[in-house]
């Protein structure tokens, strides 16, 4: 039998076609060569084990859809059916039973090559453009254990506090799917490189109420593995297959049973997630695809705390926070419901799609056993001595839980406030805010740390956190954009230079917040610098300077509000809670009657609370 060359095999494998020609002259090359724009991906079909050909096919490549789109979309159709789902408020504790819940989290490491080949990671590249003859498991090609890879895994094992281990192997995982060439996943099954982590819990963070001041979740182990190939559904129950994704290098985090309530759940993968991106470990969040959560479920009464957990079932590739909620509630319900009928509860994986208000059966439970677990013999054991352990813990950094307190502390945020700053963007949005921080410290003077200015820089993450969201919210025709932060903390839409002349013009009261907004969207646009080369530029050209009125001013114009307002004004007379609302009534007409642009609200409302207080309320009761 003539042997075929990698690159026949290759052709055979990503196109179906089998050259007929005889011996080839074999080619030094590592990488595959990019397939043509006609064939996106590989193709296979259910009812084949291989297609042999398939014609070009030019159907565009799936869109992306923003999972809150998603979220919106499938609540419409639920309501459309006359479904609705029940609040999750209520639904973290079902009387008389005990709910158990343990999560396995796979993170897409940080890192420039695959675990077992030279190919380079890749995400946005066209389908098939960075294969590897090892990714394809082409006969003859070896795996290459690839060390840079490991450092990524160290820091993310070091943020979970975990022990690492001076000697790990790895061991093949034996299942045969179309995504998984070879017909086995190379894992750490019997000797991960970490063990023994913990993640302490907050309010703060999210969990239940039940989990009072805070729950300590214990992690088994992370070990390190080959992700599988990405499989794109085709009309006519075809498959494109993109093996890009093949070898890519992942961290599996295996907890332990310790979390017994939905919310709980959901808060320990935002922290992992957290934690990842704060080592720069992982690649990405959940909604872009770079982390993947797999949760165990399983109930027993609670008035036995001494009988055996209950059966568990596997809800797999949960794609976002609340996903992990949900789906979690939808389980626990369902085994209750088969519990209480005198049913049995069934070893099995599951599923659970955006909006669902229940699981779906996969298939049924694979053991130990099923998988064949085996030492792989082609692979050195992997050893890491302590002196780059302690390297790697010196140079760690300030974790998420000490920046969201030192947030707290120094700049009296709350709680939800600081931890929103830290998680957003990666991380990166927390680091432009120190930047905008720095900058307004450089303009306050010598007595920055004064108590004085610490409404600046609340103000600063008021507008870092609420104000730069808005610009891109799905309720503006920007909503596509993205801001652009990068990693040493700027921001490519909005300069950490243009939004510190805005907020200290905003803080000393120069400019109205009005006009910072319009400034913000005019920074975002990039009308400036195109049109205007600074802040303080547009604000001379356009006349936007804040030239508020005088106190005097403002009296004779509360004093014209309040004209044929009577029956307002009688509000104020011996009233059992202060009428907020007729005086913020009053205000407004204060801003209709006068020049809007020289009026400060706040400004208004005293000035106006002072009017009746010392004027026109002790008339109406004379």
């Known amino acids: 039998m003539p042997r075929f060359r990698a690159t026949a095999l290759s052709r055979y494998l990503l196109h179906g076609q089998l050259s007929t020609r005889g011996c080839l002259r074999s080619q030094p090359r590592i990488l595959l060569p990019a397939l043509r724009n006609s064939v996106p991906a590989t193709t296979t079909n259910n009812s084949q084990a291989r297609a042999i050909h398939v014609e070009p096919n030019n159907a565009p490549l799936p869109v992306h859809v923003p999972l809150r789109k998603q979220l919106k979309e499938e609540a419409k159709k639920q309501k459309a059916l006359g479904k609705k789902k029940k609040k999750n408020a209520s639904n973290q504790v079902v009387d008389g039973w005990e709910l158990t819940v343990g999560i396995e989290i796979h993170a897409q490491l940080n890192t420039a090559k695959k675990l077992f080949s030279a190919a380079p990671t890749s995400f946005n590249d066209d389908p098939n453009s960075h294969v590897a003859y090892f990714d394809l498991a082409t006969p003859g090609s070896q795996p290459i254990f690839q060390r840079e890879t490991l450092i990524p895994a160290l820091r993310a094992a070091l943020a979970l506090n975990c022990d690492i281990q001076n000697t790990s192997r790895f061991d093949r995982k034996h299942y045969f799917h179309w995504d998984q060439p070879s017909g086995y996943q190379i894992t750490q099954y019997y000797e991960p490189f970490a063990r023994d982590g913990r993640i302490a819990l907050q309010p703060r963070d999210g969990i239940a109420a039940e989990d009072g001041d805070g729950v300590l979740v214990g992690i088994k182990q992370i070990q390190m593995e080959q992700d599988t190939a990405k499989t794109l559904a085709q009309p006519g129950d075809v498959h494109w297959i993109d093996f890009n994704r093949v070898g890519v290098p992942l ?9 017994h309530y939905p919310a709980t759940a959901a808060a320990f993968v935002r922290k992992v997630q ?16 770079g982390l993947r959560a797999d949760v165990n479920v399983s109930v027993r009464r609670s008035d036995d705390p001494s009988a055996p957990l209950g059966q568990r079932t596997e809800i797999k590739n949960l794609s976002s926070f609340k996903a992990v909620e949900d789906a979690v509630i939808a389980e626990r319900d369902r085994q209750i ?9 069934e070893s099995e994986t599951r599923g659970w799609s955006i909006g669902s208000t229940e699981t779906r059966r996969l298939r049924g ?24 352990v302690n390297h790697l813990r010196q140079g760690m950094g300030e974790l998420p839980d000490a ?13 939800k406030d600081a931890l929103s700053l830290v998680a957003l963007d990666e991380g990166k949005r927390v680091e432009y805010f120190w930047n905008v921080v720095d900058l307004l410290a450089k303009r306050f003077g010598p007595d920055a740390k004064s108590p004085e200015y610490l409404l600046g820089y609340q103000l600063a993450a008021n507008w870092v956190l609420h104000e730069l969201g808005r610009l891109t919210s799905d309720r503006t025709e920007d909503a596509v954009q993205d801001l652009g932060f990068t990693e040493d903390g700027e921001c490519l839409r909005v300069p950490a230079q243009h939004l510190t002349d805005i907020l200290l013009y905003l803080y000393q009261r120069k400019i109205t917040a009005k006009v910072a907004k319009e400034l913000l969207w005019a920074v975002f646009r990039r009308r400036i610098p195109d049109e205007y080369p600074t802040i303080e530029a547009v604000l001379d050209e356009e006349n936007l300077w804040f030239n508020e009125l005088s106190e005097d001013e403002y009296v004779e114009l509360a004093y014209a509000a309040a004209e044929g307002q009577d029956e307002v004004v009688k509000q104020f007379v011996d009233y059992k809670h202060y009428p907020q609302g007729k005086l913020m009534f009053l205000v407004g007409q204060m801003i209709r009657l006068g020049a809007e642009e020289r009026i400060d609200p706040k400004a208004a409302e005293m000035v106006m609370k002072r009017v009746l207080e010392e004027d026109l309320v002790p008339a109406l009761k004379d």
């Open 251 to 259: 961290i599996e985090i295996i907890t332990l049973p310790d979390i």
């Open 365 to 388: 439970k694979e053991g130990e056993v099923d998988y064949r677990y085996m030492p792989d013999p082609d692979l050195a054991p992997i050893i890491v001595g302590d002196d780059l």
């Open 274 to 289: 957290i934690l990842l991106n704060a080592v720069d470990a992982c690649v990405s969040g959940m909604e872009a695809g």
């Open 337 to 345: 419901s088969v519990l209480e009928s005198g049913g049995i509860v």
């Open 403 to 415: 920046e969201v307190d030192e947030l707290i502390q120094r700049f009296k945020l709350t709680p």
